[in-house]
């Protein structure tokens, strides 16, 4: 997350890229509703969130179950139910700013925090820092504060966008409808496995519990 750059490869995973295992989890189809046959966004299931406090060793489980996530890279933002967010924003030290209208803290009163995303038993641990927007003061220059861009989505749903994609590497399969997920890595060197047949080098999900 604290790269300035990043890679988009086609027809091939690069293993370098990312640490532990690549987990394949399907692609859920949220519009089967609206008469979609198969999916066409990027869904997979969100089954529980957790907020931890790496300092003191506390954590809180803050959303369990199974919830559609939207791997969207189109989307700045984090949006995340808003129970969730009001149980986040009650064990983080944020304020209201009456006058921005958002949540704010101070930057560096994030550095304890991460939070940890499981995905079918893969986990994903985000530091809470990658969902601040730095504030600048009245004069221009960078504030000690920053608002907190975690958002509401208005529903049960999830919508993980670049504040949380930055931290992954993310294959997606669309032939076979799967999304290979997991930390990413930031290493130079480049390994470069042909896709042929599925996601190579993955493995599947520890947990079976599907939205």
Do not use: H
Not at 52 to 65: D, L, M, R, Y
Request: aromatic letters at 8%; hydrophobic letters at 40%.
């Amino acid at each position: 997350s604290n790269s300035n750059t990043a890679n988009v490869l086609f027809g091939a995973v690069d293993t370098n890229k990312y640490s532990g295992q690549l987990v394949v989890l399907p692609i859920i189809n949220t519009l089967a509703s609206k008469g979609y046959k198969t999916a066409i966004e990027l869904d997979v299931t969100l089954n529980s969130v957790t907020l931890v406090n790496g300092k003191s060793k506390t954590q809180a489980t803050i959303g369990n179950g199974a919830a559609p996530a939207l791997l969207d890279t189109g989307t700045t933002l984090t949006y995340v139910p808003q129970n969730v967010l009001t149980s986040i924003l009650a064990q983080i030290p944020a304020q209201f700013s009456q006058s921005g209208g958002y949540y704010m803290m101070t930057c560096s009163n994030a550095n304890d925090y991460y939070i940890a995303f499981d995905f079918q038993g893969q986990v994903i641990d985000v530091p809470l820092s990658s969902f601040l927007v730095p504030l600048t003061t009245t004069s221009g220059s960078t504030s000690s504060y920053c608002m907190v861009g975690l958002q509401s989505s208005g529903d049960t749903s999830f919508t993980l966008g670049d504040s949380f994609l930055r931290n992954i590497y993310m294959v997606a399969d669309l032939e076979n409808l799967q999304i290979g997920l997991a930390p990413a890595a930031q290493n130079t060197a480049e390994n470069i496995v042909v896709m042929s047949t599925g996601i190579p080098n993955a493995v599947t999900p520890a947990a079976s519990s599907v939205w």
